[in-house]
């Protein structure tokens, strides 16, 4: 497992734009595929967008396709999540994971076996 620490999160009003990080541990950054999700008060924990271990695949959820871009610099040990025209519903706190099945961008939660701590983003009408 790989400890993860997500950092980006804040307050934005509605069209605006967050870019959040996650920095991983560990010397096999590479061998994991990364996901984002998210939890909105209330509401179960959803698949927002994972990238494969080489950054060559990359899945996303439909309602944050166009908006969200995910991407991750293996040197760095950090996956990122680019959050562009940003709604009230994307309201949650979102949550870096790592999965071992490094070749797949999977959109399942059971792939992924380290969580972040999750950070608060908050946008505004």
């Known amino acids: 497992q790989v400890q993860l620490v997500e950092s980006g999160g804040g307050l934005v009003e509605a069209g605006g734009s967050l870019k959040l990080s996650c920095a991983a541990s560990g010397r096999t950054f590479s061998s994991y595929a990364m996901g984002w999700f998210r939890q909105a008060p209330g509401k179960e924990r959803e698949f927002v967008a994972s990238?494969?271990?080489?950054?060559?695949?990359?899945s996303y959820t439909d309602s944050v396709k166009g908006r969200f871009t995910i991407s991750r610099d293996n040197a760095e040990n950090t996956v990122y999540l680019q959050m562009n025209s940003l709604k009230p519903e994307d309201t949650a706190v979102y949550y870096c994971?790592?999965?071992?099945?490094?070749?797949?961008?999977?959109?399942?939660?059971?792939?992924?076996?380290?969580w972040g701590q999750g950070t608060q983003v908050t946008v505004s009408s």
């Open positions: 990238i494969s271990g080489r950054g060559g695949v990359s």
């Open positions: 994971a790592a999965s071992p099945y490094y070749a797949y961008a999977s959109t399942l939660q059971a792939d992924f076996n380290s």
